[in-house]
């Protein structure tokens, strides 16, 4: 158990099958363009590592990770809406980098629009730069947006 300052207990366990009912509402209540809960079985299924932060019993974020050849990509990190700005994304992120580590992983990857300035904060608060930009790599409402695609190296550091 991992108990952030002042908040109920939490914990961060492997992702479910069971669980997917509850992530695909986060998930939906969380983005305007939501995974469908297709692609999060798929990711069960894929053998990716997926994770969720548990609150009082109940799935409060998650996050997914795909291992390849000494490089891991993020590929999801999502907390809740009504739970956000308690530290559990910090905390998600943190757990999600141990899975990494602990896969012998060498460098980290993700894309985030740079619209999103909560998680463009959060990733290079946790050592991650950004290392290029994919032209039109998001639907949006107004035709395609930009993805920045930010490094971590891991080391001891975290
Ligand atoms: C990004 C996200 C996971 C952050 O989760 P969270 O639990 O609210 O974040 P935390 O409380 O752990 O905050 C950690 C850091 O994130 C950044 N952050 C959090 N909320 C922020 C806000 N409203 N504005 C700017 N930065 C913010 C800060 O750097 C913060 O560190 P600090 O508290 O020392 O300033 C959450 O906002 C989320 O789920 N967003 C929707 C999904 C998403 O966009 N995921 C990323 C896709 S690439």
Not at 7 to 25: C, F, G, K, Q, W
Request: aromatic share 8%; hydrophobic share 40%; with cysteine.
């Amino acid at each position: 158990m991992i108990t952030p300052m002042s908040e109920p207990p939490v914990a961060i366990r492997a992702m479910s099958h069971e669980d997917l009912p509850e992530v695909s509402d986060i998930e939906r209540r969380s983005y305007e363009f939501p995974w469908s809960h297709g692609v999060f079985r798929d990711c069960l299924l894929a053998g990716y590592q997926c994770i969720v932060l548990e609150r009082e019993e109940l799935v409060a974020g998650y996050s997914i990770l795909s291992v390849a050849a000494g490089e891991a990509h993020i590929l999801n990190l999502c907390i809740d809406p009504t739970h956000r700005a308690h530290g559990y994304g910090e905390l998600l992120l943190d757990a999600i980098l141990g899975v990494a580590r602990d896969a012998d992983v060498e460098e980290v990857f993700l894309e985030v629009r740079p619209s999103n300035e909560t998680a463009m904060a959060l990733y290079r608060k946790k050592g991650f730069h950004q290392i290029a930009n994919r032209p039109k790599y998001y639907q949006s409402q107004h035709g395609r947006e930009d993805a920045a695609v930010f490094s971590k190296k891991l080391g001891n550091d975290y």
